[in-house]
């Protein structure tokens, strides 16, 4: 099992940065298949960006691609979210997950067993 807690959001104007930061308990993060999602107001919940365990394999909505990088580094067992021209759209709640360890998971919430308590970005236009 392993825990998230997230943190880096914030208030920021349209084209600006954030980078937000998820912290895992636990000495198996690195077995660990991690994705963001977001949540804005009265939308479901939207997948964001993934990371592969072990080699590190990037995924990225549509939405996000070019804009937004997710990245890990095992030895501080935590994983990022740097995100870059910020967009209005983009404002919501982000949230870390994590499917069952050694298990990969895509672009569905529901495939994903461990969530944070997730972290406020708000983008003014």
């Known amino acids: 099992q392993v825990q998230l807690v997230e943190s880096g959001g914030g208030l920021v104007q349209a084209g600006g940065s954030l980078r937000l930061s998820c912290a895992a308990s636990g000495r198996t993060f690195s077995m660990y298949f991690m994705g963001w999602f977001r949540q804005a107001p009265g939308k479901e919940r939207e997948f964001v960006a993934a990371?592969?365990?072990?080699?590190?394999?990037?995924y990225y909505a549509d939405s996000v691609k070019g804009r937004f990088t997710i990245s890990r580094d095992d030895a501080k067992n935590t994983v990022y979210l740097q995100m870059n021209s910020l967009k209005p759209e983009d404002t919501a709640v982000y949230y870390c997950?994590?499917?069952?360890?050694?298990?990969?998971?895509?672009?569905?919430?529901?495939?994903?067993?461990?969530w944070g308590q997730g972290t406020q970005v708000t983008v003014s236009s």
């Open positions: 997950a994590a499917p069952p360890i050694f298990k990969a998971a895509g672009t569905n919430y529901r495939e994903y067993d461990y």
């Open positions: 990371i592969s365990w072990n080699r590190g394999i990037t």
